[in-house]
């Protein structure tokens, strides 16, 4: 970090002033007045001069206002503070000779084993009041680590609160005319020409505000944005990193023979796969040290072997090698994680991505596989394999291809709960519960046990019950049945409550039964001017099955509704006996996202699942006695069909209020 005046090439823009009609939608005390980024050309790099205006308009903006933070990487960025002013009453105030730089390393994803090297200059700005206008500068020299002739950039041409003006302008060699993207927008440049350069000058004066909605799927524009690339083909950023994914042919010699292993042991190509996928995700753990050149470019799998840790890049080169030692064509593939999905929409870059996977293909399968996983389940046939969108393979033919979307044919968790009421005044209810996991739930969950000890897995399963059923305990230790090649697991509890817990507060009288977790976890955004569809997520498919026994009543379900949607689909069915009732719902979620014309219906849906999975009953009830009436007397028949009649009365009316449903 240094300090030092603007360059001769750089424009000074005028600070415009704030839209009064806009001040209610002014955020955290913070005005924004100009947003001015100016980009020039040089050989092997690009310089990028950001220039910022705000004013502090009341007491919360001094927090956020009177210190400026200045973010770089040190392996390509050269940073110069160009200057800092503070404009009071008109007067303007020259604070950079007064700038001290705290620097700090700030590792914002260390708990996830990611150390990317950024830091951070902080700077202090004294004696700032409200009212006052911040106006500061800075100058990057940004020299690529890789792809050194390769340039994007990216600007949004509207915000969520109001600006007074957002300018970009980009000056480039006329030889090398850039590729330009609008996405939900349609803003085009001034285009004009400097000698043997070209510009594009982009300035949006006072744009409105927009709203910006929760739970918007990657390929749906939240707000209006241009990309601005020196390649409109895929094929140069694969140009640029290829080289260095070249799968690896010697390994150290105790890795080595565990290919040779597994060679021997299996013979089919799709069983040497998952072989080596469970080998590299299970023993080599997830470290990133995506610093300088790291950030795109893997260590070397002999490196990775060594030292036992390893990133995306590191495990899929990897992976990849291992592979092809096996006789499995595979190669390395870049991706994106939260955006993967909105790749096609917009131009190449080396820093759109942040995950690299690995595409093998067996005949004429392909199959995507995650190195960064852990304990994954399942064969060729059936383990569950990520779906990001699109993914960019670097021995292709440069282009993006679509990972396909797995399929749920069946439920991925079934819940099973069976209650048997206590026959004595001194027994015990009992619950016993069986929860079965398949495909990526599967994966999930023997990830999270290998994460945490069975005893705080039960302790938080008696939580769950305790709350419902006050008294509850365990009878027995929880069980845990991992069926990793059938990628099924399948886990045992089981409760007992006394039946003095069970007579207390009634809660025989209003006993709850509850289908966990279908369609509660669904977003629920609210609808007021949505414009944006919601994403659903994942794929869901999960039943939920609750058997009540030792009643002394038939009990029915008739209330219990279907919920059936283009969106979502709960379904539901119930069966009796004189002593046993039973209730079965299916769940799954029957798209990726909801149109916002159809939200209103969505909500409701939701809703409508909620009332329709959450019930209680009155298991105290009891039939009356069928024991036969002893023979009347003549002169005692017409009092005792005054009885029966109120007994009939009792029976039409007085059981369907004890049995009826009730929502919370």
Known sequence: ????????????????????????????????????????????????????????????????????????DPSRHRVTLNHLRVIRDGQVLDRLADV????????????????????????????????????????????????????????????????????????????????????????????TTSGSDTVYLWEIANPKPVKVEDNLPAEFPA???????????????????????????????????????????????????????????????????????????????????????????????????????????????????????????????????????????????????????????????????????????????????KMPSQQLTGPSIKVAEDFSFPDKPDGHLTLAVLSTYAGADADDMRSSLASRSLSDLSDSYLKYYSKRYPGIESAAKLEIFDNRDGNIINVRESYQLPAQALAANDLAKNFPIKAADLGTDLPTPTMVDRVGPIALGRPIYRSHAITVSNLKARFSGEEIKNVVTPYVSLKSSWNNTPTTFEVKWDFRTLATQVPAKAIGDY???????????????NFAYRDAPEDPAPV?????????????????????VGIPLFMALRRW
Request: proline share 6%; net charge negative; aromatic share 10%.
């Open 1 to 72: 970090m240094r300090k030092g005046p603007e360059a001769d090439w750089i424009k000074t823009v005028d600070i415009p002033a704030a839209d009064p009609a806009r001040a209610d939608r002014i955020k955290n005390g913070i005005s924004w007045l100009l947003a001015d980024e100016q980009i020039v050309h040089r050989e092997h790099g690009y310089d990028d001069y950001w220039r910022s205006a705000y004013k502090i308009v009341d007491r919360p903006g001094l927090e956020r206002g009177a210190g400026i933070d200045l973010q770089f």
């Open 100 to 191: 001290k730089f705290d620097i700090f390393r700030q590792e914002k994803d260390a708990e996830k084993g990611v150390y990317d090297g950024w830091l951070t200059a902080h700077v202090n700005i004294d004696d700032v009041r409200v009212g006052d206008i911040v106006d500061y500068g800075q100058t990057y020299e940004t020299t690529p680590l890789v792809g050194k002739d390769l340039f994007f950039d990216s600007f949004s041409t509207e915000w969520d609160e109001p600006v007074g003006l957002i300018r970009t302008s980009i000056t480039w060699p006329a030889a090398q005319p850039l590729a330009i993207k609008p996405r939900g927008t349609d803003i085009k440049p001034v285009v």
């Open 223 to 401: 707000w209006g944005s241009i990309d601005i690339s020196s390649t409109a083909s895929w094929q140069g950023v694969v140009d640029a990193v290829q080289p260095y994914y070249k799968p690896a042919t010697a390994f150290p010699a105790a890795f080595a023979a565990k290919l040779d292993e597994i060679a021997a042991k299996h013979q089919q190509p799709e069983d040497r796969m998952i072989q080596a996928m469970r080998l590299v995700q299970d023993e080599i753990r997830y470290v990133s040290l995506s610093m300088g050149s790291g950030s795109y470019i893997p260590r070397d799998p002999a490196t990775v072997i060594q030292s036992g840790f390893g990133d995306c890049k590191d495990k899929a080169l990897l992976l990849a090698s291992a592979l092809q030692r096996l006789g499995v064509p595979a190669q390395v593939a870049l991706a994106d994680l939260d955006k993967g999905r909105a790749l096609d929409q917009h131009l190449p870059a080396i820093h759109a991505f942040d995950h690299a996977i690995v595409k093998a293909t067996i005949g004429a399968k392909t199959y995507w596989l995650d190195a960064t996983n852990y304990l994954q389940g399942g064969d060729a046939s059936d383990f569950w394999q990520p779906d990001y969108g699109f993914a960019l393979p670097l021995f292709g033919n440069g282009q993006l291809e």
């Open 603 to 617: 909500l409701k849906s939701v809703k409508d699942l909620g009332d329709n999975t959450d019930w209680s009953f």
């Open 632 to 652: 009347a007397a003549p002169e005692d028949r017409s009092k005792q069909q005054v009885i029966g009649g109120l007994l009939l009365v009792s029976i039409f």
